[in-house]
């Protein structure tokens, strides 16, 4: 029976032939079960810790493995909170796994995430940071290694830690409003209550804004548009290479094109999407069909015009989400992206109207000008695209909620807050308020591991790979 008592140890470098792999060994006798098998055993066994050593591993014959490095570290100064050894070796597997095999002898093999479990139970990290351990492992952007880095130094802790403080003080006030609501005591300020407890749902909602969303799951946009406006050529150019077949004919692209770029170190999934027109042919009728989809369900949409193009949508698109473009300005004479007035200048040469409007004044729309010839044809483009769904350009040094989990979390606590503030607005009584404002500490004491079921630990650690 596996119990939090046990030794145990794994491989935690990645399969394969590389320069160096490391085994790790964490428990009360990782120290004992290496000196067995370590050449160097006395002065290991004496050594303090965060110390190195180098000597020959040998297996239970005696036979020598490999000469190996060894650094010690001793409860409670270790990754785990435990008496852990990292043992460094060459990097054949073979190697490694002699080495694992003859500790098995004398421990058991770590279960997936049980070094970063450990050192949660242990005190050495709470659950926020745990859980950015395999975020940084998996994290595929500078954005999201970032934000993960941010979460294991403790910037989300902290202020998670700050508003639940502020929460337990307004729910303590309600209470004692309660407990001592039959004597002849002052009341409490309720406008002061309320404006404090409205400032801490303030705060959880700048926490919870979408850009930690987007730093997770990436930002889905939609290239649209009328067929040979250069949609596939902008895709591309987002690529940095010939991804889309590109032709001057008409309906070229039939079905959509996805593929995932990094802009600015935020992850983004990228449409290229069949041409928008009038056709009775069945096949490029179903690619429409699929771009009216993708719109719908996309977070930013490129909409690609020209002065042909038809402005009018489906009630069903929000406009809000629509970025306008026009390419290929280097075929109007620009060889750099224009200045504002020079842009504006041009547009309104073009006589350009919506089809709603009931004046014959020309509109000047905000479309963004776009080449992928000039050499800074796109960076209009791409800060447009940054700017439509205000993310921080800086997310150093700063809380970010990019974990599903922590999102679910903390909207219930968003919801919870909510209802103290309705509880106070309707003049409920106190203990409404202080009920509602214990539900919304409890959802943030849940992300921080403060409440934890072993049901809730499993799930969040069975996705870490074995070695952490």
Known sequence: MQTLFDTICAVITPPGHSAVAMLR??????????????????????????????????????????????????????????????????????????????????????TAGEFTRRAFLNGKMDLTQAEAVADVISATTIKSELAALMQIKGYLATELKNLLQRITTARIKMELAIDFSDQDLPQIDLDTQRTQIAAILNDMELLGSEGGKYIRDGIRI???????????????????ENRAIVTPHPGTTRDYIEETIALDGYPVVVYDTAGIRNTVDEIEQMGITRTHDLMQSADIILYLLDQDSSYEFSPDFNEERMIWVWNKIDLA???????QEDWERYLMSLQLRLPHEVDDEPIVMNIIPCSTVLPDGLTALTD????????????????????????AALQRSRT????????????????????????????????????????????????????K
Not at 88 to 102: M, Q, V
Not at 333 to 339: D, E, Q, T
């Open 222 to 240: 939609c290239l649209a548009g009328a067929p040979n406006l250069g949609k596939s050529s902008i895709f591309n150019a987002l690529l940095k």
């Open 25 to 110: 060994i964490s428990g009360n006798r990782s120290i004992e079960i290496v000196c067995r098998f370590f050449s160097n055993h006395a002065k290991l066994q004496k050594a303090a810790s965060h110390t190195m050593h180098y000597g020959t591993f040998r297996d239970n014959a005696g036979t020598a493995i490999d000469d190996v490095v060894c650094l010690l570290y001793r409860a409670p100064h270790s990754y785990t909170g435990e008496d852990s050894i990292e043992i460094s070796c060459h990097g054949n597997p073979l190697i490694a796994n002699r080495i694992l095999g003859t500790l098995l002898g004398h421990a058991r093999m770590a």
């Open 333 to 339: 004479g620009f060889n750099g992206l224009p200045s």
């Open 384 to 407: 447009a695209i940054l700017s439509k769904l205000s993310l921080p350009r800086d997310i150093e040094n700063r809380p970010l909620i990019t974990n599903t989990r922590h999102l």
């Open 416 to 467: 919870a807050i909510q209802a103290a503030l309705q509880a106070m607005d309707c003049d409920a009584g106190y203990e409404f308020v202080a009920f509602d404002l214990i539900e919304a500490s409890s959802a943030l004491e849940e992300i921080l591991g403060v409440i934890s079921t072993d049901d809730l630990l499993d799930s969040i650690f069975t996705n870490f790979c074995i070695g």
